[in-house]
């Protein structure tokens, strides 16, 4: 291939392998790889955590954990999965993807990106630097005040939250921007809004989330910061300040947070599913609308999370209606998918599997999220276990699973190389089996009273059944993850096949050489579809001829 | 199909519950029956939403899967208005009719606009156990709550320091203890036992050792332990006893009352005026015995790491004390 071959002799003039290249790098797809590699560095680390949770869960009175390395523990394990894995993980497909999808060159602003990239990095291992000065942030990831107040947090670990957050906030939102301002601007020819990829449109309408809710994140944490090292009383609640003033500056960045989680996965499986079953996404049009009615909606749920504080009987059911209404739109993207696969030709390849996993899982925590918008019962649950169940289907069966999904359908794209396929698919079913175990008897601890975030139980509630069960099911998922990281090094020792299209794919990432050159295309594509490169290859059923 | 699921979950939440656990599924309140029914209703909906769709999404797995030397390609179809509505639609109906639901339960477990409380209790949450403060009748404990079967209990929720949250699955759904504010509640219960509660806020270091016990009692031994609870504290009669009465009302007395009637100290420790007429303590943790006490007071850091207790005491001064508070029934 010609493209090929220039991109390759590119690289090497600029003599560009070494690893300054990678710190000096501009370019948006190292950027993205930078984002994927260092955030799976994090996702192990958060995945140690939580092996060791499970470890002092596995048994009543357990001893292997003191509290005070419990609460640390749990505290940077939601932190590190949160902003340090999922997130960064959808900023580096963003990174990668946006701009070859959109066929641009790069992002809009090259050296903000690299900006956005260290920030967010050096904000993650500030944070965890902490463990060598004196302790770790430990009032969860939530960090509700006062407990966050110095009187009842007097260690280091709550300055470098904050300080973590802050760095964090920073970076998402020169990123969010970032992808704001190219995707409007820098779409190739012909690419309408009507026409750009489901992954584009949902790392657009989380750009919008972030950029909207940060703010309130951000106001929380400085207000805190303030108290904690100005002796201010915003949160200081024998002082005249005011406890739940943290909580709802807190979800009105929470909630929305969470759709900035799993929007990107959503946008993944949205473009993995229709490759796979040979055929177009079923309603676009809707599975479009239905994300940014989410995005818009998920402005108005914060207050769920706080059920519980007492508040008056009409803002209850104002949040609940609004958290049922939301639901709505979520069951739409389901729909679709299932009407994508409906009567396709299925190819059951690792990157097809994670996306199916993420259907059957995120049902799964759409459902039981169901019985948390039900203001009585949301009082006996929340709090307890049951939510612990709730969001480990949406984050790690859904945000997680759609993740691996994506890299397994990019690999290629990235590399030249075609990850292991059978190790592929022992992956998919060890974690599979694996979160089932860990996350199903949740739902069964919650509702038998065991409340979240305890270091230890007594014997004789009825809980030592399932704890130890999950923490089985922990190992499951981890011997799933080592095989993933086993099938990388033996793939990355192999020599690049260099495809160009392994997957039959759509879209315009698959017109380049893998790994694409620096300036990605030797000609900008001009676009009359949604499926630009299915065109190409089948003009006689071209979707510009039958696209409504 | 849909009983053997239900039978099979059954069997699995029967495994695990060898021994009793606080589950608002067997609830000794109305407030917590009508929670449980909602509950249960919910979760068949869901579980008829779970059978249906992934049913659905297994059948499509296993019948659109790609056959061998299939090189036809699948129609290529973008949308069908119709149906699309139909699944926006459905949803929506399905979401009036839990809204329709929530509502209906959470008027019939609002306390009654006409409440008249039989009982006025006030709640407040310690980094880490629980006090428990009777104010009509003069008396304070700690960890154990009890209320006569069938009083209309209202309970004010208050904290000293972080936020904590009031959890008896069997009795009620949470309510926060959020310090500067004043959350009520109310409890009521016409079956006779202890219920276990817990704090369910994250509070600090111990937040998992900050559990405690609802009592519902007969009147006849409600008004029983009310008596005994106004009694003034034990008086010391032997000598090893008076030493401990001395070191309890001396250095001890920096943060525990003798004064069963002493509410609002804002003493950091609990009252021990009937100290033996509970049977757990340091946050409804350990049983209440005397080997169990001469641990504690060896190294209360060693049982529960973190607590305010932080001190040593000599084993003589300890025997001393521990003579008196065997006593304080």
Redesign the interface.
């Known amino acids: 291939m010609t493209i090929q071959a220039q991109g390759m002799s590119h690289r090497r003039e600029l003599g560009a392998n070494g690893l300054l290249s990678w710190i000096m790098t501009v370019d948006h797809k190292r950027i993205g790889i930078l984002y994927l590699f260092s955030a799976f560095i994090f996702f192990l680390v958060g995945g140690t955590e939580a092996l060791l949770m499970r470890i002092q869960l596995a048994q009543p009175d357990n001893k292997f954990l ?3 390395a419990y ?1 640390q523990i749990f505290t940077m394990h939601g932190t590190t999965m949160i902003f340090l894995v999922v997130m960064p993980l959808a900023a580096g497909f963003g990174n990668y993807l946006v701009p070859l999808m959109i066929g641009a060159r790069d992002m809009a602003f090259p050296k903000l990106n690299a900006l956005s990239y260290w920030t967010f990095l050096f904000g993650g291992v500030f944070m965890y630097s902490s463990f060598l000065f004196g302790g770790a942030p430990n ?2 990831w939530f960090s ?1 005040a ?2 966050t107040e110095k009187l ?2 007097p260690t280091h670990g709550m300055d470098f939250w904050v300080m973590g957050i802050l760095m964090l906030g920073l970076a998402t939102t020169i990123g969010s921007i970032n992808f704001i301002v190219t995707i409007i601007q820098l779409r190739a020819p012909g690419m309408t809004l009507t026409k750009i990829p489901l992954f584009v449109w949902t790392t657009f309408v989380t750009s919008f989330l972030a950029v909207f809710s940060l703010p309130s994140l951000t106001t929380a944490v400085l207000l805190l910061l303030l108290d904690r090292q100005l002796g201010a009383h915003f949160y200081n ?2 002082e ?5 003033l943290w909580q709802h500056l807190f979800w009105f960045f929470g909630h929305p947070e969470v759709y900035i989680l799993i929007l990107p996965a959503m946008g993944i499986v949205s473009m993995v599913i229709p490759v796979f ?4 996404l ?5 599975v479009v609308f239905s994300t940014i009615a989410i995005g818009f909606l998920g402005f108005t749920v914060w207050a769920h999370h706080m059920f ?3 508040m008056p ?1 009409v803002s ?2 104002f949040f ?2 609004d958290s ?2 939301i ?2 739109p979520t ?2 993207k ?3 998918w ?2 994508t ?8 390849t690792s990157p097809m599997l994670f996306a ?1 996993g993420f ?2 899982l995120f ?2 925590g759409g ?2 999220g ?2 948390l ?8 649950i ?3 276990y049951y939510v612990v169940a709730h969001i480990h289907y949406v984050l790690f069966g859904g945000a997680i699973f759609g993740i691996f999904s994506g890299i397994y359908y990019w690999f290629p794209k990235m590399t030249g190389r075609l990850l292991n396929e059978s190790l592929g698919k022992w992956h998919f079913w060890l974690l599979f089996i694996g979160m089932n175990l860990v996350f199903m008897p949740m739902h ?1 601890l919650g ?3 065991m ?8 014997p ?7 704890n130890f069960v999950e923490t089985i099911g922990a190992f499951i998922i981890a011997v799933g993850i080592a095989l993933f990281v086993i099938n990388y090094i033996v793939t990355m020792l192999k020599a690049p096949t260099h495809e160009e299209d392994p997957w039959d794919g759509f879209t315009l990432e698959w017109t380049t050489s893998s790994p694409p050159p620096a300036y990605n295309f030797a000609e900008i594509p001009s676009v009359r579809s949604r499926r630009p490169l299915w065109d190409r290859k ?1 003009p006689e ?1 071209a ?1 510009w001829r ?3 | 199909m849909f009983r053997k699921f239900g039978v099979l979950m059954g069997l699995a939440i029967l495994l695990s519950a060898c021994q009793p656990s606080p589950t608002f599924l067997e609830p000794a309140s109305s407030i917590s029956n009508h929670e449980a029914n909602l509950y249960r209703i919910i979760l068949i909906m869901a579980l008829v939403v779970f059978v249906l769709v992934e049913g659905a999404l297994i059948l499509i797995l296993v019948r659109d899967r790609k056959r061998a030397n299939n090189e036809k390609l699948p129609a290529q179809i973008h949308s069908n208005m119709r149906l699309e509505v139909t699944w926006t639609v459905i949803p929506i109906l399905l979401v009036i009719v839990l809204f329709i639901m929530t509502v209906q339960t959470v008027n019939a477990v609002a306390a009654p606009s006409h409440l008249k409380s039989d009982l006025n209790i006030r709640v407040v949450g310690h980094r880490w156990w629980w006090e428990f403060d009777y104010p009509d009748l003069g008396i304070v404990t700690a960890n154990e709550l009890h209320i006569p079967k069938g009083a209309t209990v209202q309970v004010q929720l208050e904290s000293v320091d972080v936020i904590h949250s009031f959890w008896v699955p069997q009795l009620s759904g949470k309510t926060d203890v959020v310090p500067g504010q004043h959350n009520t509640m109310w409890l009521t219960s016409d079956q006779v036992g202890e219920y276990l509660g817990q704090c369910a806020e994250f509070c600090g270091t111990e937040h998992a050792l900050m559990r405690f016990k609802v009592i519902v009692d007969s009147q006849q031994d409600f008004d029983a332990w009310v008596a005994n609870q106004q009694k003034p504290a034990y008086q010391p009669q032997t000598e090893d006893e008076q030493a401990g009465y001395m070191e309890v009302t001396g250095a001890c007395a920096a943060c525990h009352s003798l004064d069963p009637s002493d509410l609002n100290t804002k003493k950091v420790g609990p009252n021990l005026a009937h100290l033996f007429s509970r049977s757990t303590f340091a946050g409804g943790t350990f049983d209440l015995n005397e080997e169990n006490l001469r641990s504690w007071l060896a190294d209360t850091q060693a049982m529960k790491p973190g607590n305010d207790m932080d001190i040593k005491i000599l084993p003589k001064t300890r025997d001393q004390i521990i003579s008196y508070l065997l006593n304080l029934k």
């Open positions: 003191s509290p005070e609460n009032d969860g509700y006062p407990l009842y947090s609640t024998a005249g300040g005011t406890a739940l079953s040979s055929k177009p079923f309603g676009y049009a809707a519980a504080t007492g009987t209850l059911l609940s209606a049922f209404l639901g709505v069951g739409v389901i729909f679709a299932m009407g696969m409906w009567k396709g030709k299925l190819r059951f199916i259907v059957a049902l799964i459902l039981d169901i019985h918008a039900v203001v009585p019962v949301d009082w006996q929340t709090d307890s069964v509702i038998e009273g409340p979240r975030r305890i270091y230890t139980y007594g004789g509630r009825g809980w030592e059944l399932w089948h059923l979707d039958n696209e409504a």
